[in-house]
């Protein structure tokens, strides 16, 4: 009779099981490497820009508003205060400036583009939120009214007008293909102290600072360019930039 010797090939099945998870985890690793990699995706983007925008200045104080029409005070109130600029006390960051390469070098330009085709402003408390858009042509753009009164939403661009629509209390959504770049201004025809700042590009190279200042783009071709910042009340900044082949950058811009 042959005895058995149970302990040698169950050992020896633990130890191909052991080396059998990592060279699964390796496999699924690779495969998800080509995936990113494959032909047809996105290669690396290059150099990434990180900064902050900054104002050392006084900060001026809210506009106060005294609303005029009886029928909409009961939800306006009697007075607004409107803030266009609105600064950081700790980091002296400016919130909802727009960042953006002033001439991109299209050539070498990796990366797809950053821009999201859907783009929204609306009414709402008797002010348009957000009060500073940002688009790149080509986006729709949608204009809402949250608020229960009328509004009339007037945008221009210059001299030009773009859009001027009344706007029934909680009424549909309209909708605007954005077909040509610049700086755009919403009003209210209504409410005269209403109004917000759209601002479309040829290129999907900018981007909205959050409330600490801080903005960032990928994508970036690598060399001089110059990077523009504009405010509604700041004005535009401008400052020339030396980009390298990979890596983060990282720059400061400060208004006087």
């Given amino acids: 009779m042959l005895s058995r010797q149970p302990s040698e090939p ?91 390469v002033k001439t991109p070098k299209e050539e070498g330009v990796q990366g797809k583009s950053l821009s999201v085709p859907h783009r929204m402003v609306a009414n709402v408390q008797c002010q348009f939120n ?3 858009v940002v688009a790149q042509r080509g986006d729709m753009l949608e204009v809402q009214n949250l608020d229960p009164i009328l509004h009339q939403t007037h945008l221009t661009q210059g001299e030009r007008t773009r859009m001027n629509i009344a706007q029934l209390p909680q009424g549909k959504s309209v909708w605007k293909k954005l077909e040509k770049a610049g700086v755009y201004h919403f009003r209210c025809d209504k409410h005269k102290f209403m109004d917000a700042y759209l601002l479309v590009f040829d290129h999907p190279f900018f981007s909205k600072t959050n409330t600490n200042g801080i903005f960032r783009m990928v994508g970036l071709t690598p060399g001089n360019q110059t990077i523009q910042v504009w405010h509604e009340t700041l004005g535009i900044l401008e400052k020339e930039i030396t980009l390298p082949d990979h890596g983060i950058v990282n720059i400061d811009l400060v208004y006087p």
């Fill in 10 to 100: 169950r050992e020896h099945n633990r130890t191909r099981r052991s080396f059998a998870r990592p060279c699964i985890v390796i496999i699924i690793l690779a495969g998800l490497g080509c995936l990113l990699n494959g032909p047809g995706l996105a290669q690396p983007l290059g150099p990434i820009l990180v900064g902050q925008v900054k104002f050392n200045g006084v900060v001026p104080s809210p506009f106060e508003i005294t609303v005029t029409n009886e029928d909409e005070m009961e939800f306006c109130g009697e007075k607004l205060f409107i803030q266009p600029l609105t600064v950081n006390s700790v980091t002296h960051g400016v919130e909802g400036a727009v960042v953006s």
């Fill in 130 to 132: 957000p009060r500073v």
